[in-house]
């Protein structure tokens, strides 16, 4: 009696595909939105901030093309027509010309003045080792701590005494000692920054310390540069109390003494057309400036937190 026996199953061909049962894989975990309600805050307080920053200005440029009863009349609606005379008005009339040609000669001078000294001084505190340095260093910044009305009394006897009273030097002195402190403590810290084995190298090829300054870590200091005059040009643009002080003679006054005087002047004639646009010129030069450099300014700020 014969028996059927069930054949062994037959080894798979060598490249031959195997069928395996793989289980399905999980279901991707939910992603989880975290800080969401964070981002949505911060991102509506942004959109706050910059409505309340940029429609004073928007307001203030469209009221400088308005007459003065539709000023009053509508005041948040478009101007029916350019008035271009208002800007004529205010830089002739009102001598706003020569407040700017003032203001121009006062801060292009302080400017430069603030800048090279202060990144001198700043280049000697953050580079060389000798005793009193951290000393010199703290009193710069103590001097960013002092009130500047404090020393108004004892700064005009100073700049009296010294024969600059009224005068555009006298003014671009007293700028540049007020601008100091920041400089020189904005600068120390960048200056620490920069590599030392480019200077090392320079003084290996024989190169004195003054044209290492000038010719290697001045340039490289650049970002810092354009950073910290960009604020001093703002500060010093936008100076009131220094010039108010100091500067009393009506053929020296600068932009912001030019503009109270337009307000003052005017009394009940109500020349509020004219007086916006005055206030419009004095601003434009400093958007202008951010503008411009604010690539600059951000790379300044943010290059000191990298090596």
């Known amino acids: 009696m014969k028996t059927t026996e069930t054949p062994a199953p037959l080894p798979a061909e060598s490249g031959a595909p195997i069928a395996k049962t793989d289980t399905p894989p999980p279901p991707p975990p939910k992603e989880k939105k975290e800080g969401t309600a964070l981002n949505v805050f911060s991102h509506g ?3 706050i901030w910059a409505f309340m920053v940029v429609m004073p200005l928007l307001w203030a440029v469209m009221t400088s093309f308005k007459d003065d009863r539709s000023i009053f009349s ?5 101007p029916d027509s350019l008035h271009f005379d208002n800007w004529s008005r205010a830089w002739t009339q009102a001598n706003m010309s020569d407040y700017f040609l003032n203001t121009v000669l006062v801060v292009g001078g302080s400017l430069i003045g ?3 000294l202060g990144s001198m001084a700043a280049y000697v505190l953050a580079r060389f080792d000798f005793p009193g340095n951290r000393f010199i260093y703290y009193l710069f910044i103590g001097g960013m701590s002092f009130p500047i009305m404090l020393a108004l009394v004892p700064l005009f006897y100073v700049v009296n005494n010294m024969g600059l009273l009224n005068t555009i030097h006298g003014l671009i002195l007293v700028y540049i000692a007020y601008s100091l402190p920041f400089t020189v403590f904005f ?9 030392s084995s480019v200077a090392e190298a320079a003084f290996v090829d024989g190169a004195s310390h003054s044209r290492t300054f000038f010719q290697i870590m001045l340039p490289m200091a650049k970002p810092g540069l354009i950073s910290v005059g960009i604020f001093n040009f703002l500060g010093q643009w936008n100076q009131y109390m220094l010039p108010t002080v100091l500067n009393t003679d009506p053929d020296k006054r600068v932009l912001t003494q030019g503009l109270v005087q337009l307000a003052v002047s005017q009394g009940y004639k109500g020349d509020w057309s004219g007086l916006f646009a005055g206030l419009v010129m004095a601003m434009l030069p400093v958007l202008a400036a951010y503008i411009i450099f604010q690539r600059q300014v ?5 290059a000191g937190a990298l090596k």
């Open 187 to 195: 600068l120390t810290a960048f200056f620490r920054t920069l590599p």
């Open 114 to 116: 603030t800048l090279v």
């Open 298 to 302: 951000v790379q300044g700020l943010t």
């Open 74 to 78: 509508s005041p948040w609606s478009l």
């Open 45 to 47: 307080v942004l959109v």
